[in-house]
């Protein structure tokens, strides 16, 4: 999702760039206003025309053993395509020229992260500040994960307590369970166990 949204925002600069550029010229070549469709047609031009002269620019470096492409293999792809290479110099340094501005690079805004414990610690003084900066404090500080024992005396001895108390009725519960048993109601035994009495010899 976060990818598709970064690709739409590159071709829409593109796109915006090359639209600058297809008004400039047509203001350098006389005209005062377009329609907007056939400023899109030229843009839409524009484009393939530049594509192609990528591609095969792409293609010659490729057939050279190369990697990346160099002005020669551009030169070619332009020759290819019946563009006249020496032409290109008198346009660049023709006198109404229109210096398109420079595009400004937007800042990303940081993507909030789910997880945040603490705050971000700076770099020691004895480390530049063009290195990696120290990552989320929760991935090498070491934080406990149990609870800090009680040692009131109160707690203490309610828990005792109710420890003790399980305990009884656990074990009463099982020497019911094991052992010969009584029962309150004749015709139910199940329910309500009691431990039978021996009597004393």
């Known amino acids: 999702m976060a990818s598709s949204t970064a690709d739409a925002g590159t071709?829409?600069?593109?796109?915006?760039?090359?639209?600058?550029a297809v008004c400039s010229i047509c203001v350098e070549s006389g005209f005062s206003s377009a329609e907007r469709a056939a400023v899109?047609?030229?843009?839409?031009?524009?484009?393939?025309c530049?594509?192609?002269?990528?591609?095969?620019?792409?293609?010659?470096?490729?057939?050279?053993?190369?990697?990346?492409?160099?002005?020669?293999?551009?030169?070619v792809a332009l020759i290819e395509m019946g563009i006249n290479v020496?032409?290109?110099?008198?346009?660049?340094?023709?006198p109404n020229r229109i210096t398109l501005p420079t595009p400004g690079l937007q800042t990303r805004s940081p993507t909030p992260k789910i997880?945040?414990?603490?705050?971000?610690?700076?770099?020691?003084?004895?480390?530049?500040?063009?290195?990696?900066?120290?990552?989320d404090p929760h991935a090498?500080?070491?934080?406990?994960?149990?609870?800090?024992?009680?040692?009131?005396y109160e707690a203490i001895r309610e828990k005792l307590a109710s420890q003790k108390r399980d305990v009884e009725r656990a074990l009463t519960r099982f020497v019911?369970?094991?052992g010969p048993t009584q029962s309150l109601f004749a015709d139910q035994s199940?329910?309500?166990?009691?431990?039978?009495?021996?009597?004393?010899?």
């Open 190 to 201: 199940a329910p309500f166990p009691l431990i039978a009495c021996k009597p004393i010899p």
């Open 11 to 20: 071709a829409n600069a593109r796109r915006k760039a090359l639209f600058a």
């Open 40 to 48: 899109e047609s030229l843009v839409e031009m524009l484009q393939s």
């Open 176 to 178: 019911a369970k094991t």
């Open 86 to 94: 020496e032409s290109l110099w008198s346009f660049a340094k023709r």
């Open 140 to 152: 090498y500080i070491r934080t406990p994960t149990h609870k800090q024992p009680v040692t009131e």
């Open 50 to 75: 530049l594509f192609e002269i990528a591609r095969s620019s792409r293609a010659f470096c490729e057939l050279s053993g190369r990697t990346e492409i160099l002005s020669g293999d551009v030169c």
């Open 115 to 135: 997880l945040q414990a603490g705050d971000k610690k700076p770099l020691p003084p004895h480390i530049p500040e063009h290195m990696v900066p120290f990552p």
